[in-house]
C-alpha cells in the first residue's frame, strides 16, 4: 500500500528579503525546519517561524470547496501567469494566500504534481469534483497553443459568469420559498402559543363564539396536537423529494421540465439555460475546440434536461452537415432572436463573438427577471403575513368585540 502524502501544515513567518527589508507571511510546509529551508531558498532569511493556530470558533478553514473558490483560484492564477510569474510559484503563492485547507491542500497538490513533471492539466484532471472534463480540456488547449494565461483567463471569466448567473437562479428560487416558509411559522407560532390563551378567556365568556373564532380555535388545537408530525413529515417529504432527485434521473427530469412552466420562474430558468449554452459555446469555441465537442460541453452545462436534449439534437444535426443556426431552429427551444444571432455570427465567422453577445444579453434579462419579482415579492410578503396574521388577530378578538357591544 502507498504511504498517504504527509498533511502539510501552515507557518507564520517574520524576516528580511534579499533587500535586507522586513517582510512576513504564511508558509506551508511538514515542519519547522522545511519551512525555514523554503523561505531560505526564496532568498528570505527567517527570524520567527511558528505554526499558525487553528482553532476558530467558527472554522472556515475546513470548509468544503466551493465552484466560486475554483473561479476565483482560475482567475488568481490567470492574473499571476499575465503578470509573468511562474507556474509553480504562482501555485505556491496562491496556496498560501488561502484561507481553506482543503483549497490549500489541494493547489499544493497540483503543484506538487506540475514539479514532478506533470502537465498542469493532467494535474487539474486528479480533482474531477472541482476541475470537469471541459476545464482541463480547456487548460490543455491553452499549454499545447502556448497561451495558457489567456485561456486561464477565458475559463475565469466564464466561470464567474456561471457562478454568478446560479447565484441569480437561487436568488429567484430561494425568496418566494422564504415568503411561504415565513407565513407558515408565523401562523404556527400563533396557532400553538397564542390561540390557547385567548381560548382559555373565551371559555369563561359562557357565550357562542362567532365561527370564524371557532374555526381558528380547532384550526388552533389540531395544530397542537399534530404539530409535531407535520413537522416530522415535512422534513421526511423534503429529505425524501432531495433523495429522489438526486438518485432518479428520471425523476430529476421531470422535475426540470415541470419547473420550465411555472410562472415567472420557468421564464428565468429558460433564459439562463440560453445563457449558459451561449457562453459555455463561446468560450469553448474561441479555444479552438471543435464545434461537436463544444456543444457536448454546452449540452453539460445547459442545467437543464430540457435544454440538454435540444443541445444534443443540435449537436448530431451539426454532425450530419447542418448548420449550427438551422440545427438551432428546429429545436423549437431556443427563440429568433438567439437563432438570428447564430446565423449572422456564422456567416460573418465571428461565432464565438456573437454567442458572447447572446450570453450578455440573457445574463441581463436574468438579472433583470430577477430584481423584478424581488420587487414583486417585497409587497407579497406583506400582503401574505398581513393576511395570516391580521386575520389570527381579528379572530381572537372578535368575540371580545362582540361582548363589548353587548355590554
Not at 153 to 176: G, Q
Not at 321 to 337: D, R
Amino acid at each position: 500500500m502507498a504511504n498517504k502524502e504527509k498533511k502539510q501544515l501552515q507557518f507564520l513567518w517574520e524576516g528580511k528579503d534579499k533587500s535586507g527589508n522586513n517582510s512576513k507571511g504564511r508558509i506551508c510546509a511538514d515542519s519547522i525546519s522545511k519551512a525555514k529551508t523554503a523561505l531560505r531558498q526564496q532568498g528570505i532569511t527567517p527570524k520567527k517561524v511558528h505554526r499558525e493556530s487553528s482553532f476558530t470558533l467558527f472554522d472556515k478553514k475546513k470548509a468544503a470547496v466551493k465552484p466560486v473558490d475554483i473561479a476565483f483560484f482560475t482567475r488568481q492564477m490567470s492574473t499571476m501567469m499575465k503578470a509573468g510569474v511562474p507556474l509553480l510559484q504562482g501555485l505556491e503563492i496562491v496556496a498560501n494566500g488561502v484561507e481553506k485547507d482543503k483549497l490549500r491542500e489541494m493547489i499544493l497538490g497540483i503543484r506538487n504534481d506540475v514539479n514532478g513533471g506533470s502537465d498542469f492539466s493532467q494535474a487539474l484532471s486528479k480533482y474531477p469534483d472541482y476541475f470537469d472534463a471541459l476545464f482541463c480540456n480547456l487548460v490543455q488547449a491553452g499549454e499545447h497553443s502556448g497561451a495558457l494565461e489567456t485561456m486561464l483567463d477565458r475559463i475565469a471569466t466564464y466561470k464567474e459568469k456561471l457562478e454568478s448567473l446560479k447565484a441569480k437562479i437561487k436568488k429567484a428560487m430561494t425568496y418566494p420559498a422564504a415568503v411561504l416558509v415565513v407565513g407558515i411559522l408565523v401562523s404556527a407560532i400563533l396557532l400553538v402559543k397564542v390561540v390557547p390563551q385567548f381560548e382559555t378567556i373565551f371559555k369563561g365568556f359562557g357565550a357562542d363564539l362567532p365561527a370564524f373564532t371557532r374555526l381558528v380555535v380547532q384550526l388552533s388545537e389540531f395544530a397542537q396536537d399534530w404539530w409535531l408530525i407535520g413537522l416530522a413529515a415535512s422534513i421526511g417529504a423534503g429529505l425524501a423529494f432531495a433523495k429522489a432527485k438526486k438518485r432518479s434521473q428520471k425523476f430529476a427530469d421531470s422535475v426540470d421540465r415541470t419547473m420550465l412552466k411555472v410562472p415567472v420562474i420557468g421564464s428565468i430558468l429558460h433564459q439562463a439555460s440560453i445563457a449558459r449554452f451561449a457562453r459555455t459555446l463561446a468560450t469553448t469555441f474561441a479555444a479552438g475546440v471543435p464545434l461537436v465537442d463544444a456543444l457536448d460541453s454546452a449540452a453539460g452545462a445547459s442545467g437543464n434536461v430540457v435544454y440538454r436534449n435540444a443541445i444534443l439534437q443540435i449537436k448530431n444535426g451539426v454532425s450530419t452537415g447542418q448548420s449550427l443556426q438551422s440545427a438551432t431552429v428546429i429545436t423549437g427551444v431556443f427563440p429568433n432572436m438567439a437563432t438570428q444571432m447564430i446565423a449572422i455570427g456564422e456567416e460573418a465567422g465571428s461565432l464565438d463573438m456573437m454567442l458572447s453577445k447572446i450570453a450578455d444579453f440573457y445574463e441581463e434579462a436574468v438579472d433583470n427577471a430577477v430584481d423584478n419579482l424581488s420587487d414583486l415579492l417585497e409587497p407579497l410578503i406583506m400582503v401574505v403575513l398581513g393576511v395570516l396574521v391580521g386575520g389570527l388577530v381579528i379572530a381572537m378578538y372578535l368575540p371580545i368585540f362582540q361582548l363589548g357591544s353587548a355590554v
